[in-house]
């Protein structure tokens, strides 16, 4: 990992509902941004999205069992993780964010805007879905999503970031080798915690109640969550536009900054009544 990928974002280890929590923040203008990571992912592989973002506040974290966090002693389902979050941002003394959040961090997203309604102003939901009630990927690769020896080995991770991750993964196999270079191996137990999450979650009986100006972001080559469930979620929140970003995969927030976050730029600076105005 080059300095200039860290020289940004400070560091801070702070002690949530029992467990110290690794906060990275980035101090900019605004409203901040609050990051909700992949499943296993650490704050580092949030690091080019970060940067490529100018001058906004960011504020990212590893999950408990995840990056450098320390570990609870047992589960929680989604809701528990919001309620760090929101506990969080007390400790860092933040009232109001934006909130993004990108695959299995997407789902917690959604929690936290429906939980915490008032202390999220805008949501992005970015290769995400609705849960257990969604368009799957093909088994092979939800099969190998499953399991994080991607984290543990840049072998497998290299030998399986094509297949699950897709679009700009497989026509730039050089990625890869930046991917894994950010990767802080996630405990076996946080991983299978994180998955336990959301078992059995899924937001398709409320997503009609979000309140937040939402922007749902899809890669259309992407193998875990097909494009279609970014439509599903658009059929139901009610303040919301969709953006497909065309050959992206999985990873499209980190891997194709030049087409994503102009987008996002407009659509978290625009005055309220011209949000969607550009997009």
């Known amino acids: 990992m080059n300095s200039e990928q860290q020289a940004e974002v400070n560091i801070e280890h702070v002690e949530v509902d029992g467990v110290i929590v690794r906060v990275g923040i980035r101090p900019g203008k605004g409203v901040p941004l609050l990051m909700f990571n992949g499943i296993g ?9 970060v940067n490529a973002l100018g001058c906004k506040e960011i504020i990212v974290f590893d999950i408990p069992g995840t990056g450098r966090s320390g570990m609870w002693w047992r589960p929680r389902r989604f809701s528990g993780l919001a309620r760090l979050a929101a506990s969080l941002l007390d400790r860092l003394g933040y009232r109001q964010v934006d909130v993004a959040g990108v695959s299995w961090g997407g789902a917690l997203a959604q929690q936290f805007a429906r939980q915490h309604a008032r202390r999220c102003r805008r949501l992005i939901l970015a290769a995400t879905s609705p849960g257990a009630v969604m368009l799957p990927g093909r088994p092979s690769v939800l099969a190998t999503m499953a399991t994080p020896m991607r984290y543990f080995s840049r ?24 991917h894994a270079a950010r990767v802080i191996a996630p405990s076996f137990l946080g991983y299978l915690y994180q998955l336990a999450a959301g078992a059995g979650w899924t937001s398709i009986h409320w997503l009609h109640s979000l309140v937040q100006p939402t922007l749902i972001l899809a890669g259309d080559d992407d193998p875990l969550v097909p494009t279609a469930n970014a439509h599903l979620m658009s059929m139901l929140i009610p303040n919301n536009r969709v953006y497909i970003i065309r050959g992206g995969g999985h990873l499209f927030l980190v891997h194709l900054l030049e087409d994503v976050v102009p987008v996002i730029r407009r659509f978290l600076d625009a005055d309220g009544s011209a949000v969607w105005d550009g997009l």
């Open 155 to 178: 072998t497998s991770m290299e030998k399986a970031a094509p297949h699950i991750y897709g679009g700009e993964i497989r026509s730039e196999p050089g990625l890869v080798h930046s």
């Open 41 to 49: 992912a650490n704050l580092e592989l949030t690091y080019p999205f």
